[in-house]
């Protein structure tokens, strides 16, 4: 493998690899930055947008391994953050190259250790283990692939010294057919190098700072800038898998529902690969007791009829919420060997009309939060226990909602979505489009091919009832109109559902150009908060000219995304100041009055930032993260969490059937 890289002093190489990693970038504007990577074949190895992405299930032909546990790592200390390619550590054992650690996955990486380098570190993170792959797999007929939830941010992974994927971008999975690869009766390699460097063409973006001054910094001193208010959290930060599936094997299946009065469709259109002529595949539809409902035989595309449907609905809408439906798909191949995958289904409909949100021709109205996946040590890394909990105080507060702010989460989260009955606005990872860069064609094509990956990997699922292309862009930006018309347009075109799409704006009505293409126009603002600081008595008139100038604009439904103020538990004044429980729970209070006037009219949703307290980059406006939520970071509840209990409550016994509080 070719290393290109540039001795210049002061610049770093290797920082940022992008897919076709053999771009250099020197800017100067007061500072300079470089970007440089090692140069590949685009086509043969990364994870293609054409292949499909379905979660990996076990079943009567199909098995899922998890690679999970310490893996032996080491960030790239070096001044250009090369070695690794440079020494091609990714041919030898991790240990062999320099000072190793153990490094749990899935976890970010930041903080794990009490080392501060290592919790801010930028650039190449190496991660390596070894693994046998089952005898019981060899000499059978069958694809063994390797599989990434997800790595943050550019990922290459090599097995057993061959470089096998890589993949741009992170909060998404990839995978590659390691069947060519796998050894047996001797141990497996995995190498994986992981890069969070962030740079304007990035989804999230940031810039590379260069510190010149020999009198103030260190020689090559350098920080990474980011335009986004969360800790840029990094490393392999979900499971890594080995599944195989016979040689003629479901890659793909789309599915879309319909309602008629009390009968159900689910539509289905399978991708079936490995064999170049059709196959026969049957499609079963199974209820929650696994009786059989309709079986279909076709070539992979067809429709399920199903009478006296149970239709999905969300959390404090029915009586039996969630309900989900097993769709059984067999496809049979060569020699009679049979790929069996069962997907969930729940068989609703979505409508956005000029005022309303319909689930089910019936008013919605999203009872929510602005969340992360983030907590103490293991940063955004998955866990469980946090994921079981967290539902259980989403629940407990009586919401029905939220929004993947600002980033597509976990797929075990999404799968507690669906099982659950709580309804998600998806969000991809474009949070921080604020410079005319930002919006340049190389950043649209990304953000295309970013917008294709999420819904490919969520398209079939009830939770999801819209897609959100960004969160807080600069829309007023002449650049934002076309861009956003196109990214728009884009997902309306890959998601054969129809969902509606939207963005998340803070721009003023009279300036923005993008709310023009969304479905529903979804507003953050912060009012007696990040302006007229402490004056609690603006909120009424703020919010309520802003809503209605945004319903006269353009006669769209709204939901309000994010409002709220910082809480540090346990601090208390009265009268309420600024950072105390007290005046988060007057913002709040404010803001309900001026929900209240609308909820019957236009305004379709309310969503508190944030759920729980999270981390950001240090800052004089920070105190070691955001404390916005309503929980702290370790989901203890502030007495705002109270408040907003008693209010979602209500609201969910005014709109649905009778509940009780969880």
């Not at 190793?100 to 190449?124: C, E, H, K």
Request: overall charge neutral; proline content about 5%.
């Amino acid at each position: 493998m070719k290393i290109r890289f540039n001795r210049r002093m002061f610049t770093m190489m290797s920082l940022f690899s992008a897919l076709n990693v053999a771009a250099v970038l020197v800017m100067r504007t007061g500072f300079h930055a470089a970007a440089h990577g090692v140069e590949a074949s685009r086509s043969s190895l990364t994870s293609s947008a054409s292949e499909g992405m379905l979660f990996p299930r076990e079943s009567e032909s199909r098995e899922v391994r998890e690679l999970g546990g310490m893996w032996k790592f080491r960030a790239d200390m070096s001044s250009n953050r090369n070695a690794g390619f440079e020494q091609q550590w990714w041919t030898k054992p991790l240990e062999q190259t320099g000072p190793v650690i153990d490094m749990p996955v899935p976890a970010s990486y930041n903080d794990i250790t009490q080392d501060r380098q290592l919790r801010d570190f930028v650039g190449w993170a190496w991660y390596q283990r070894s693994f046998y792959a089952p005898a019981s797999w060899k000499n059978v007929k069958q694809r063994t692939v390797l599989r990434f939830e997800s790595a943050h941010y550019n990922t290459i992974a090599w097995l057993n010294s061959k470089e096998i994927v890589r993949h741009d971008g992170g909060h998404l999975p990839f995978e590659a057919d390691a069947s060519s690869i796998l050894s047996y009766e001797v141990p497996n390699v995995l190498t994986v190098a992981v890069n969070n460097t962030l740079t304007p063409h990035t989804i999230p973006p940031g810039t590379i700072q260069y510190m010149d001054d020999p009198d103030r910094y260190p020689p090559g001193y350098f920080v990474q800038n980011l335009q986004m208010d969360f800790f840029n959290y990094a490393g392999i930060q979900r499971p890594v898998k080995l599944y195989t599936t016979p040689s003629v094997y479901l890659d793909d299946i789309t599915i879309s529902t319909d309602v008629q009065g009390t009968t159900g469709y689910v539509n289905f259109d399978c991708v079936i690969k490995g064999n170049s002529s059709a196959v026969p595949v049957t499609v079963e539809l199974l209820d929650k007791t696994e009786e059989l409902v309709a079986r279909v035989k076709s070539s992979g595309k067809g429709q399920v009829k199903v009478n006296d449907v149970t239709l999905w609905w969300p959390f404090t809408m029915s009586s039996d919420p969630a309900y989900l439906y097993t769709l059984k798909v067999t496809v049979m191949g060569s020699a009679g060997q049979s790929d069996v995958y069962r997907l969930p289904v729940g068989i609703r409909t979505v409508k956005v009309t000029s005022t309303q949100f319909l689930i089910n021709s019936k008013p919605f109205y999203f009872r929510g939060f602005g969340r992360h996946e983030d907590s103490d040590i293991r940063g955004k890394g998955l866990d469980y226990p946090l994921i079981a909990k967290d539902f259980n105080l989403i629940k407990w507060v009586g919401a029905n909602s939220f929004r993947t702010s600002h980033y597509p989460y976990a797929e075990e989260i999404m799968d507690m979505c669906d099982q659950q009955g709580i309804v998600v606005i998806d969000e991809c990872p474009a949070v921080g489009l604020k410079t005319k860069e930002n919006f340049s064609n190389k950043t649209l094509a990304h953000h295309k091919d970013v917008m294709t990956e999420l819904v490919r990997r969520d398209k079939n699922r009830p939770s999801v009832v819209m897609w959100s292309v960004a969160n807080e862009p600069a829309s007023q930006l002449p650049e934002a109109e076309y861009y956003f018309k196109t990214v728009i347009g884009h997902t309306k075109d890959v998601d054969p559902s129809g969902r509606p799409v939207t963005f998340v704006i803070n721009q003023s009505f009279d300036t923005d150009r993008g709310g023009q293409f969304a479905d529903v126009v979804c507003l953050n603002n912060y009012y007696s908060w990040y302006h007229d600081m402490g004056h609690l008595e603006v909120i009424k008139y703020q919010a309520k000219y802003n809503l209605e100038q945004w319903y006269l604009k353009h006669h769209k439904p709204i939901i309000q995304t994010e409002y709220g103020a910082d809480a540090v538990a346990g601090l208390h004044m009265d009268p309420p100041m600024m950072f105390s429980e007290e005046y988060q729970q007057e913002v709040m209070a404010n803001y309900f009055s001026v929900f209240d006037q609308f909820r019957q009219q236009y305004l379709i949703g309310e969503m508190i930032w944030n759920f729980a307290d999270f981390m950001t980059a240090q800052s004089t406006t920070r105190v070691a993260g955001n404390k916005k939520g309503i929980f702290t970071r370790q989901r203890q509840p502030k007495t705002a969490a109270f408040l907003l209990r008693d209010r979602y409550w209500r609201l969910a016994n005014q709109t649905g059937p009778r509940n009780t509080e969880l």
